[in-house]
């Protein structure tokens, strides 16, 4: 079993929709937690950082449930540039060492 | 320089030969990461340098894989006796002394090995 699991998708959205991501990871030892976004044969870029209060960032919605080690992403009001792989990623200490990865869920918002 | 900087940027290799990466990570930047991605997947974390020295070289897939960073700027990523396996993007990330918030990217070098 991977330590950070996503839907791999597509999600095939119209512009203007709402869509939620989610990802679980394994490891209760997991301290920070980011979204990335990736663009076809591009690198990873930072999206938005994840807290347990939840924490918004324009149209997007990110959210921590520790308890159930369980994290979200919502985009609203969805964008054509919004297509992009969605990388939930998690780290094993607050000033670390290495991002682990999950396998990305892949969005495809059309016209 | 302005951001991490890899080279090449594609490499073709036949199965059985030697090839190096190298990564010229953001200036100042202490801490260096290799990672793989294949395919269909999120990156694979290979091995983080603090300075010069390996912290962590516990995703080394096997021992034909060596990284060195012997001035704690510029890294070098090894690849002896490649195998068709060994194809993927080889991504390089730098950030302030290990600073989770802080890593940059850079575009990657694609290997193929045929």
């Known amino acids: 079993r991977k330590e950070v699991e996503q839907d791999p998708g597509p999600f095939n959205v119209p512009e203007g929709a709402t869509v939620a991501f989610n990802c679980t990871y394994s490891n209760s030892a997991s301290q920070s937690f980011f979204w990335y976004r990736q663009d076809c044969r591009k690198e990873p870029k930072l999206l938005m950082s994840v807290y347990s209060s939840g924490n918004e960032d324009g149209r997007f919605t990110a959210q921590l449930n520790r308890a159930s080690q369980y994290i979200s992403l919502l985009i609203r009001d969805s964008k054509l540039s919004d297509s992009a792989t969605y990388l939930c990623v998690v780290t094993r200490s607050y000033n670390t060492d290495k991002l682990i990865f999950g396998t990305g869920t892949r969005l495809q918002v059309f016209p | 320089g302005a951001g991490v900087s890899q080279t090449p940027s594609n490499k073709v290799t036949e199965k059985g030969k030697y090839v190096e990466l190298r990564c010229d990570p953001i200036s100042g930047h202490t801490a260096l990461y290799w990672y793989r991605q294949s395919l269909g997947q999120g990156p694979e974390f290979l091995i983080y340098?603090?300075?010069?020295?390996?912290?962590?070289d516990s995703g080394l897939p096997n021992d034909r894989f060596f990284a060195v960073r012997p001035e704690g700027s510029v890294s070098t990523l090894k690849i002896q006796r490649t195998e068709r396996g060994d194809s993927a993007v080889y991504l390089c990330?730098?950030?302030?002394?290990?600073?989770?918030?802080?890593?940059?990217f850079g575009s990657g070098t694609r290997l193929t090995v045929v």
């Open positions: 340098f603090q300075g010069t020295g390996a912290a962590d």
């Open positions: 990330a730098s950030s302030l002394e290990g600073e989770g918030y802080g890593y940059t």
